[in-house]
């Protein structure tokens, strides 16, 4: 078996136009991914999401997680997406729209936590995209969002 | 195969992501079996590899309900590269050494298995752990059926032959 920071960089490496941001967050696995699975808050942290809203929630018994159906809408044309996501509390996150493709993926190392993020778009000329996604990430500084957030959850659960 | 399995795979290589994540629940198991068993303290690697190449590649898959066997020879061939990467890396380890104490039999199986050939090794795991014919063994691994004999006899004397120590 591999881990789901092994995982996320295997389907990134079979996806085109994949980019990735990965990095250890100051901040305990489960802040980590109760930020993560806190999928109605995701606005706080991805930019191009906008008031995602949770339509649909069953669990999943082959994984253990949740199957879920976030609509939101998508930034900068605001075109009302549904999201389908496969959240497992195992640190690993998948989610696909008609638009674009998500995945985050985490692992504890010691009272950090090691953290992935994939982002594609499922469009024509998505290879070209994917150096902009990648900048995007970096611009926004999508890691320290997460790792801001999940250190409050952190606090706030103390 | 069920047909479910098949409308996934055809799904995938149509590019739905979300079937290829599901594929990756269907194999990684059985893709983490042969490579532990053939890169060893390397398998991590090898089956990484291996899902690489199982993805990029699923477009060439014709016949969906081939996945695995198709898999199975991916995942081998990845991983004999693996190990083989990995020997050269780290220096050929010795051909013989003293038998060790038998105070643990799991770590002394394990220093035999170190010390064999990858193909050797992926010869073993495909016939005594996957249960493959002699024939089928020598299609995953593209050489003659008689190689794949000869591996195995190999294999199994000096294991036999150490064991005995």
């Not at chain 1, 591999?2 to 802040?31: C, Q």
């Not at chain 2, 064999?116 to 495909?126: F, G, I, K």
Request: net charge positive.
């Amino acid at each position: 078996m591999i881990d789901p920071i092994r995982r996320l960089h295997a389907l990134a490496a079979s996806i085109p136009g994949a980019a990735v941001a990965e990095g250890v967050l100051d901040a305990p696995f489960d802040a980590v991914w109760a930020t993560v699975s806190d999928l109605e808050h995701a606005g706080g942290i991805e930019i191009l999401v906008k008031d995602p809203r949770i339509t649909e929630r069953r669990p999943d018994p082959q994984t253990g997680g949740e199957r879920i159906r976030l609509e939101y809408k998508a930034r900068p044309i605001m075109k009302r997406e549904v999201l389908d996501v496969d959240l497992r509390p195992t640190g690993w996150c998948f989610m696909q729209s008609q638009l674009g493709i998500a995945a985050m993926a985490a692992v504890p190392e010691g009272e950090r936590t090691r953290f992935a993020h994939l982002e594609a778009v499922r469009l024509p000329g998505r290879r070209l995209i994917g150096p902009m996604l990648k900048a995007k990430m970096a611009l926004v500084g999508e890691l320290r969002r997460f790792e801001r957030q999940a250190q409050e959850r952190a606090r706030r659960q103390e | 195969m069920q047909s479910g399995l098949a409308a996934t795979v055809r799904a995938a290589q149509e590019g739905d992501t979300m079937a290829m994540n599901a594929l990756v629940d269907e194999l990684m198991p059985y893709v983490g079996r042969i490579c532990n068993g053939i890169a060893l303290g390397n398998g991590e690697d090898a089956a990484q590899d291996a899902l690489i190449a199982i993805l990029r590649s699923l477009r060439q898959l014709r016949e969906p309900e081939a996945l695995r066997p198709w898999a199975r020879r991916i995942a081998t061939r990845e991983a004999v590269r693996t190990a083989k990467r990995q020997r050269g890396d780290a220096g050929r380890p010795p051909e013989t050494v003293a038998a060790p104490d038998r105070t643990d039999l799991g770590v002394e199986i394990r220093d035999q298995l170190e010390r064999m050939d990858p193909e050797q090794r992926a010869v073993l795991v495909l016939r005594d752990l996957e249960g493959l014919s002699e024939q089928e063994a020598a299609e995953v691994l593209n050489v003659a059926q008689g190689t794949v004999k000869s591996r195995l006899h190999r294999a199994r004397a000096r294991f036999r032959r150490e064991w005995m120590a």
